[in-house]
């Protein structure tokens, strides 16, 4: 692209702005500029002026059932039976959604790449792994692991796990891809300049990784070695258990296409999504989209109607996410405290929300579905989610519930 063509594009967009430093930069930022502008999905327009109502108010929303932790033990044997057999026949991959950066860690890198260790180093994409090639032991075959990067870590990540070895997998069973980046804007629409040769640019939500994963050709890899499932879970959780043979064989038995890990919720308005019925169709209402109401009703026993919180950890059947991928997904708009450049020529993160990111989330395909089985687990197990660096939700009461699990650190 050059400059008299961006320049009428952003005269169009009414975002010419993005040119204001162009004069002053050396020729390698010019064009570090321009590719980024000729890159930018305009999609948040539409977005901006005709957003999607998710508060969940015009929606028939409705309890589900789900599979309880009493019933799971009674057919444990049963399920784990069925999960082994499939992962032993290669039907079974699992996909990391790791595009995020640990920023509210305090660090500069991939989250997966943030060390969790006291008396040594343990990272947490290594204590995934640690799962993960348990259950490989245990069926006596490899799990294929596909790795959803994005442009701010991807070479980070790809160089982090060559470093470690890719944590004792084989190389050709761990494949990267990228994730879409959208860019932010401020409360007037405008895109925000992160640096004076870049627009603020930010991971588009985990919604599309399975589109991305087939624009990376990828499927074809899924095709050739047999895959029918495949296992997507969040890299902020150190105790997700992965290709689990009880959850693959509960959701295999079941038929439907997703299966759902999920914990009862502890408090009404809990930071977890929440698994319920749309009409006929399953659905999830984000923590933070579900009216006061609905968060706080009870059943006759007093416990919350909507229990469900999914932890991230779903099983989605390959056929179905290849017959749904065309399938437009809610954009979520979510104000956010955006680093930028100043007036000052120095970029720095605000200390309060500045603009907004439009995001797309894993949860929303689980509707497309159109069935799903919820899967209870237990939280001190499963769940130690790491999105603060104290306090709640954070690298204290992980570390806390790895070593209540008998995990060294």
């Known amino acids: 692209m050059t400059y008299e063509q961006a320049k009428a594009l952003l005269e169009e967009k009414g975002q010419t702005h993005l040119l204001k430093y162009y004069d002053e930069l050396s020729q390698e930022s010019k064009e570090k500029l321009l590719k980024a502008i000729e890159g930018l999905n305009w999609s948040f327009e539409e977005d901006l002026k005709n957003p999607v109502d998710l508060s969940g108010k015009d929606r028939v929303i409705s309890p589900i059932s789900g599979l309880r932790l009493a019933e799971i033990e009674k057919r444990k044997a049963e399920f784990e039976k069925i999960g082994v057999e499939a992962i032993k026949q290669g039907k079974v991959a699992a996909v990391l959604l790791a595009g995020g950066m640990g920023t509210r860690l305090g660090v500069d890198g991939p989250k997966g790449a943030y060390d969790i260790g006291v008396t040594k180093p343990l990272y947490i994409f290594e204590a995934q792994m640690q799962h993960l090639k348990g259950v490989c032991q245990q069926c006596g075959v490899t799990v294929p692991l596909y790795i959803m990067t994005s442009d701010k870590n991807h070479e980070q990540t790809v160089s982090f796990w060559k470093e470690h070895d890719y944590f004792g997998y084989v190389e050709s069973d761990v494949k990267f891809f990228k994730q879409d980046m959208a860019p932010a804007v401020d409360y007037e629409g405008k895109i925000i300049l992160e640096t004076k040769d870049m627009p603020a640019l930010s991971p588009n939500g985990n919604g599309g990784?399975?589109?991305?994963?087939?624009?990376?050709?990828?499927?074809?890899?899924?095709?050739?070695?047999?895959?029918?499932?495949?296992?997507?879970?969040?890299?902020?959780?150190?105790?997700?258990?992965?290709?689990?043979?009880?959850?693959?064989?509960?959701?295999?038995?079941?038929?439907?296409?997703?299966?759902?890990?999920?914990?009862?919720?502890?408090?009404?308005?809990?930071?977890?999504?929440?698994?319920?019925?749309?009409?006929?169709?399953?659905?999830?209402?984000?923590?933070?989209?579900?009216?006061?109401?609905?968060?706080?009703?009870?059943?006759?026993?007093?416990?919350?109607?909507?229990?469900?919180?999914?932890?991230?950890?779903?099983?989605f059947r390959l056929s179905k996410l290849e017959e749904i991928v065309d399938k437009k997904i809610p954009v979520h708009i979510v104000e956010k405290k955006i680093e930028c450049l100043y007036e000052d020529g120095v970029t720095r993160k605000p200390e309060k929300e500045n603009g907004k990111k439009f995001e797309t989330l894993a949860v929303d395909l689980v509707k497309l579905t159109g069935s799903v089985l919820p899967f209870e687990v237990v939280r001190e197990k499963e769940f130690a989610p790491i999105k603060n660096k104290t306090g709640v939700d954070s690298v204290e009461s992980a570390r806390e519930y790895w070593k209540g699990n008998g995990f060294d650190l």
């Open 209 to 315: 990784w399975f589109a991305s994963l087939q624009r990376a050709g990828l499927c074809e890899d899924l095709h050739a070695r047999g895959v029918e499932w495949l296992n997507i879970y969040a890299v902020d959780n150190i105790l997700q258990r992965i290709a689990d043979p009880v959850f693959v064989g509960a959701t295999i038995d079941s038929g439907v296409n997703c299966g759902a890990k999920v914990i009862c919720k502890t408090e009404p308005k809990e930071k977890v999504g929440v698994l319920c019925m749309d009409g006929d169709q399953p659905d999830i209402i984000e923590y933070y989209e579900l009216t006061d109401e609905m968060a706080n009703m009870r059943d006759e026993n007093g416990d919350l109607v909507y229990l469900y919180g999914v932890i991230m950890n779903y099983l």
